[in-house]
C-alpha cells in the first residue's frame, strides 16, 4: 500500500470493469478514497461491488456510485452522492466509454449520437462538476502551492489514429483532447491540472475480438512495436502518477499508454 493519495478522494467513472476497474483499485492502493461509478443496476452493480469488496480486502476505502454519465441529472446525482459519503473530491478519472462500429452508409443517428453522448458529452458533464467542486474548495494548507484538483481523461491513441468504421469513436476521442486542452488553460488559475492518458490496444471486454484468438492477437501485435499488448495495470499506474502531487507542473497533456502503437510501426524496415 502505497501513501501518495492518502486524503485524497477520487470518482472513476464506469469503473466496474477493464481499465476503470484497474485505476480504482490502484488508487485506492494508494491511499485514495474511490468512489466507484457503473452504468446501472444489474451486473455492472454486481461487479462494481466485487472492486469495492477487493478493495476493502487490501485494506483500502472504496463505495459503489450508479449513474448514466451522459445524462445530466444522473451525473448531478452522482456528485451530490460522492459529497455525501465522502464530503470532498479531489480527482476525477473521466474513464467511462463504449464503440458502436459500422460502416459509415450503415451508421446510424443513434450509432453515432450513443457513442458521442456517453465518450464526449458525458466527459464533458463530469468535468463540469468536478471543476465546481473542485473551485468550491477552500485551498488545503498542507497542499499550499500543488494541485487543488485533478481530472484525468481516458481517450484512446485514436485521439490521433483515424479509425476505419469508427468514425464515431474517434471523432469523440478527438473531441477529447481539445476539450482536456482547452479545460487545462481554463483552469490552470484555479490549480486545477488536467491530462489525458491515451491508451493503446489494452486487455479489456471493449476490444475482446482483438485480442481473443491467436490469429487476432498476431495481427493486434504487428501494430504495437513493444510486443505486447496492454494490461488495464500498464493505464492504472499512469493513473496514479498523473493523480498525485508527483506530476505536479503536468497539465494539459497527453500521456500515451500504448506500446509504441502511435509510432507508425509499419515503417519499420521500410526505406
Ligand atoms: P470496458 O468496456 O471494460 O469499460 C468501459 C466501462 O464504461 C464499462 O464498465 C461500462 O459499463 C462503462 N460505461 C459505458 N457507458 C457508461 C455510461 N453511460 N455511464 C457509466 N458507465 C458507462 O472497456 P475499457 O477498455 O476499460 O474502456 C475504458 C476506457 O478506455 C474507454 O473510454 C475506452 O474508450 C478507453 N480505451 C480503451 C482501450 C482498450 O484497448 N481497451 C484503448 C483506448 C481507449
Redesign the pocket.
Known amino acids: 500500500q502505497g501513501s501518495e493519495l492518502q486524503g485524497r478522494v477520487a470518482l472513476v467513472?464506469?469503473?466496474?470493469?477493464?481499465?476503470?476497474?484497474a485505476s480504482a483499485i490502484a488508487l485506492a492502493a494508494a491511499g485514495a478514497q474511490v468512489v466507484v461509478?457503473?452504468?446501472a443496476a444489474g451486473d455492472?452493480q454486481a461487479r462494481a461491488a466485487a472492486v469495492v469488496e477487493e478493495i476493502q480486502r487490501s485494506g483500502g476505502q472504496a463505495v459503489t456510485a450508479a449513474?448514466?454519465?451522459?445524462r445530466e441529472d444522473h451525473v448531478d446525482l452522482l456528485f451530490k452522492a460522492v459529497i455525501a459519503h465522502y464530503g470532498r473530491l479531489d480527482i476525477l478519472i473521466n474513464?467511462?466509454?463504449?464503440?458502436q462500429p459500422a460502416p459509415i452508409a450503415d451508421m446510424t443517428l443513434a450509432d453515432w449520437q450513443r457513442v458521442i453522448d456517453?465518450?464526449l458529452t458525458?466527459h464533458f458533464l463530469c468535468a463540469r462538476a468536478a471543476a465546481k467542486q473542485f473551485t468550491l474548495n477552500p485551498a488545503n494548507p498542507a497542499r499550499q502551492g500543488l494541485a487543488t484538483g485533478n481530472i484525468i481523461f481516458?481517450?484512446?491513441?485514436?485521439e490521433v489514429i483515424p479509425w476505419a468504421f469508427q468514425v464515431n469513436?474517434a471523432a469523440s476521442?478527438g473531441g477529447i483532447a481539445m476539450l482536456m486542452k482547452s479545460l487545462a488553460q481554463e483552469l490552470g488559475p484555479a490549480k486545477v491540472r488536467v491530462n489525458s492518458i491515451?491508451?493503446?490496444?489494452?486487455?479489456?471486454?471493449?476490444?475482446q475480438p482483438a485480442w481473443d484468438t491467436p490469429d487476432s492477437l498476431a495481427n493486434l501485435l504487428k501494430l504495437i512495436p513493444y510486443g505486447r499488448i496492454?494490461e488495464?495495470e500498464d493505464v492504472a499506474r499512469a493513473a496514479v502518477w498523473l493523480a498525485s502531487d508527483a506530476s505536479d507542473y503536468v497539465t494539459g497533456t497527453t500521456l500515451f499508454v500504448d506500446g509504441g502503437m502511435t509510432l507508425y510501426p509499419e515503417f519499420r524496415g521500410a526505406g
Open positions: 467513472t464506469g469503473a466496474s470493469s477493464g481499465i476503470g476497474r461509478n457503473h452504468r455492472s449513474a448514466d454519465i451522459s474513464n467511462a466509454g463504449i464503440e456517453v465518450n458525458g481516458i481517450s484512446s491513441v485514436h469513436y476521442k491515451a491508451p493503446g490496444a489494452i486487455r479489456t471486454p471493449i476490444n496492454g488495464p
